[in-house]
Each structure stands twice: as structure tokens, then as C-alpha cells.
């Protein structure tokens, strides 16, 4: 063997090491949020995207039975491998442990959501549902929204908090045995307040349907709906949120309610 | 006001005291499961139903965020009021409070289910979404899943078990402030063991995309999948099922991972 491939190898091995990060998102490949997570991962280790070809918001934990899945290499991240799938977020997470990555992922990371994904937006939320898909195969998952809806959101300190994050997991000061549903602020770099170990508020939508009718005559509806904590603590995501702090929650997926369960079982 | 008139204002008096029953699935509004369930709920109150116009399995939690639904009433049932939407299952049931019964029903029943939701299916399952989302409003629900996929099932046991529960819940001798996962096993009713009260398995899907080419010549994926149960509880909804029981799992939707929010916190 040659000094040259002596040297290779060495070099191949140490990038070996580094951990590898699946990146996913609901709301489509093309989303600057994604790209604004693609950038703030990158330094933590190698970074493989693979997320759905157009928006999948509110897709909760779907999954595509019912049909086949499309898979394609895409350009839109400059040096990082990405693929475009047909499918939902959680099918994303899915396709590419078995057909992209060949291997479970040392992370996932979902997002960075166009639009908050606190308290029981969480189950509504692909961004969330692709981070605990992640999760339920055994890797480290976190779900990263932001408080603001728009395309031209500006994802500054969504990234100080993404880089926040991964340091602390990457260097194990959280467990990476773990779940994490993190939302950021809409507030100024400078009256940011910090990370905030939170639990889940308890909240809910107000459904109010509007009633249009479309030019054949027929009656149609739009979604729309009001958020209403009900929930006063403040070791809250949505309070957290509300003042100025980024919010962590540990997330599980036992949906067992154990306080019913025993009061029936006795 | 004439006797005549006093009669009848009794006797609509006497029907509305009837519970409001809001039936709905995943399979779709022609799936004989939903049937089976509505013809079981009948004799407990009066049964509306908005289900959707086509089969949603594996929807989870999704909802309709970025087009318009329609709801359209239909005559499937007989003389029980019924309405076909084109959402999810959750969409169905925010519609059917909002648009349809304009009020909350005293309770939603969602299924039966053709095939199980067992253990983590329930994150996949759009009958379980629908009855969470009611549980989420404050509606006492359930959700009934039968251990057979196909569409020739035999409903007898099925609806034996929704009579049970249906019965034990308007006596009050269940909680009505409650979420339930009830599946019922695929044995012969001589071999039945009765409905046993159980916490969620801990189990997961092992992905395995079955890969195939189009006429055209490029790749397309279907998700497979084999179960595999890590979970070696007598106490789970899986084992009971295994056991010929019927698995009843008080479900809730607080996803906090408590023991890791008290481990950082710490």
C-alpha cells in the first residue's frame, strides 16, 4: 500500500466518524426553512436530505399505503446529497434509512418549520411526526419550528438555536436517547431569552369553517380555526413562547393514559 | 295547544334527551366496518355520520390546510342520517361538529376498522386520529379495529364488543371523560375471552420498500413492512389480542416525555 492510500484511508475513516444527520421537512424541499437547517447542520456532521417534493403541512403521521413512492437525487443544497420524495414526512424518514442511507441515521432533523409547532400542534404537525417516526426506529430525532408563517421568514435565530441544540447533543449534554420538539420565537436576536426545558401546553383549535360556493353552484369549505391555550402554567411551550424563549419539549409516543388505565383497572 | 301537539312535543322531547352519536372511519363511508358499527350504535342514540368519501388508512392525523372540502349528504345507512366528505378522518370530524350537528355529540365512535390498530399503529391510524381529535373537543370517544384487513370480514364479534362498550360507557360504569383504543381479535366468538383493559405495546414497523419500474423505465417504491413487537408485557394491547382478548387502551394525547423533562430539568 502506497503512503498516498495510507493517507486516503486515514482521511476516509476519520469522515467515517463523523455522524451522520438525515434532514427532512413538511413543508417541501424547496422551503428556505429547510435550507436554513441544511446550513446550521452541516458543521455537525454529514448531512443527507431527503424530503417530500412539494408542501405536506398538517400531514400529521400519514403515511402512503395506498399508492407507490417516487425517489429522486436532487441539486438544491450545493455539495449536500438530497432526494426528493413523493411521499409524506414520515415516508421520507422511512425511504431513506432503507433505500437512501442503506443504515440508521445518528440524527434526524426536521424542519426548520415555516410556522410554530407547540403544544397539541404537535400531532397535527408532518414536521414533528417525521422526528418521531425517526425516533420510534431508534435514532436521536428533533423537530425544529419557528413562530412565523411566511416564505421570507427570517431564520437567524432559528439557526443560533439549531447550532445550540446539535452542540449540546452531538457533545451528549442532552440525551441523545431523546425526542425533542423545539419551536423559536419571532423576536428580535437581541430580546431572545434562551432554550426552555418546557412540557407540552394544554390546547386546542376552535374550528370555524368558512362556506364559499364555487361557480357550478356548489358548496365548498375552507379550514380555518382559532388557538386556544386553556392551559395558565408557565412551564409551558406556549409560555415559553410568549415570552421570548425557545422552547424544548421531551416527546414520547406512548399514547397510553395511565391514570385512566388505573382507575378502571381497579 | 291541542293533545295531539303535547304528545308530540314529549316525545321530541324524549328523543333529544337520546345521546348524539357522531360515527365516522378511515375506510370510507361504503366500508362495511363503518356499517357494522352504525347498526351496533344504533340502539344507544341517535347516529349521524360524516365519514370520508374515500378510503384514508395510514392518514393519521393529517388534516386539509391547503384546499377546500366538500360534504355532500348521502342515503347508505337506511334512515340514519349520513354525510361523505372529502378530508381525512379528521377533517370529518371537525366538519361534523362545525357544518353538520352544529354542536358537539356526546360521543364519536370511529371504525370499525378493517385490520388492527394495536400498539404504535395508532400514531398511523386515521380511525384513532378521528377519535383523538374528538377527545381533543372534549367528546367522550372510541375507536373499534378489527384484526381483518380484508372487506369480506365477519362484523359478529366486532359489534358483539361495540354493544359492551357502548353499553358500559352510557351506564357510566367506563369514564366518560375518555379516549379509547379498542381492537378486537380475529377469533371464533365460542373462543372469545372477553374485553381486557391494556396499556399500548411497545412495538415497531420494520420498513422494507418493495422497488419496481414503471413502463417508462424509472423507479417507484411501495412501503412494506413486517412487525415486530419488543414489548414481552402480559399487560399490552398486543398480547391480549394474541390471547383472545379484546385490548382496551385508555389513550391520551399529552406526547410530554416526562422522564426526560425531569432528567434535564435536573
Redesign the interface.
Known amino acids: 500500500m502506497s503512503k498516498q492510500s495510507t493517507k486516503s484511508s486515514k482521511k476516509a475513516a476519520v469522515i467515517d466518524q463523523k455522524p451522520t444527520i438525515l434532514i427532512t421537512n413538511d413543508d417541501g424541499i424547496t422551503a428556505p426553512g429547510i435550507a436554513a437547517l441544511v446550513e446550521a447542520a452541516k458543521p455537525f456532521g454529514r448531512v443527507v436530505v431527503v424530503a417530500p417534493d412539494a408542501?405536506q403541512?398538517?400531514?400529521?403521521?400519514?403515511?402512503?399505503?395506498?399508492k407507490?413512492?417516487?425517489?429522486n437525487q436532487v441539486h438544491v443544497f450545493g455539495d449536500v446529497e438530497a432526494y426528493q420524495c413523493s411521499?409524506?414526512p414520515?415516508?421520507c424518514v422511512?425511504?431513506a434509512?432503507?433505500?437512501v442511507l442503506h443504515k440508521k441515521p445518528d440524527f434526524c432533523f426536521s424542519g426548520i418549520n415555516h410556522g410554530s409547532n407547540s403544544s397539541?400542534n404537535?400531532?397535527?404537525s408532518g414536521t414533528m411526526?417525521a422526528a418521531?417516526e425517526a425516533a420510534?426506529?431508534g435514532i436521536c430525532a428533533v423537530g425544529f419550528s419557528y413562530e412565523d408563517y411566511s416564505f421570507e421568514a427570517d431564520f437567524s435565530l432559528s439557526q443560533q438555536v439549531v447550532s445550540e441544540v446539535l452542540h449540546k447533543l452531538t457533545t451528549k449534554q442532552?440525551?441523545q436517547k431523546?425526542?425533542y420538539?423545539v419551536n423559536i420565537p419571532k423576536v428580535a436576536i437581541s430580546k431572545f431569552k434562551g432554550i426552555k426545558?418546557c412540557?407540552?401546553a394544554?390546547a386546542?383549535w376552535n374550528?370555524?369553517?368558512v362556506?364559499?360556493v364555487d361557480p357550478t353552484g356548489?358548496?365548498?369549505?375552507?379550514?380555518t380555526g382559532e388557538f386556544q391555550n386553556r392551559d395558565k402554567g408557565k412551564d409551558t411551550d406556549v409560555w415559553a413562547l410568549q415570552h421570548g424563549y425557545a422552547s424544548m419539549?421531551?416527546?414520547?409516543?406512548?399514547?397510553?393514559?395511565?391514570d385512566?388505565?388505573k382507575?378502571?383497572?381497579s
Open positions: 408542501p403541512s398538517g400531514m400529521g403521521h400519514a403515511i402512503t399505503i395506498g407507490p413512492l417516487r425517489l411521499g409524506t414520515v415516508d422511512k425511504i434509512v432503507d433505500k397539541i404537535i400531532i397535527y411526526s418521531m420510534i426506529e442532552l440525551p431523546g425526542l420538539n426545558v412540557r407540552q394544554n386546542k374550528e370555524n369553517f362556506e364559499r356548489k358548496k365548498y369549505f375552507w379550514l419539549v421531551p416527546v414520547q409516543y406512548d399514547l397510553t393514559d395511565y385512566l388505565y382507575k378502571i383497572k
